[in-house]
């Protein structure tokens, strides 16, 4: 499980209640699922811009924004 999903349960107090081994597997798919969400409502934020390069600029820190998340989260 990535480390920072690890410290993340931890600190909502998510418990391991049994032994099942893919109960890991679980909470990370889980918590994978919540970071997409994430990075797909970042990736359909409507561009407001004046000018063509305002609106690289804009999209380019939209892109900046979801490698960012993705990389913290290891997805």
Do not use: H, W
């Not at 918590?31 to 997409?36: D, G, H, Q, Y």
């Not at 934020?45 to 290891?74: H, L, M, S, W």
């Amino acid at each position: 499980m990535n480390e920072l999903i690890r410290e993340l349960a931890d600190k909502a107090r998510f418990v391991k209640t049994t032994d099942y081994p893919s109960q890991d597997e679980v909470f990370e798919k889980f918590a994978e699922l919540i970071v997409r969400e994430c990075v797909d409502t970042l990736d359909q934020i409507p561009v407001y811009y004046k000018n063509e390069n305002d609106r690289e600029i804009e999209r380019n820190t939209i892109a900046d924004c979801i490698r960012a998340i993705e990389q913290r989260f290891g997805i």
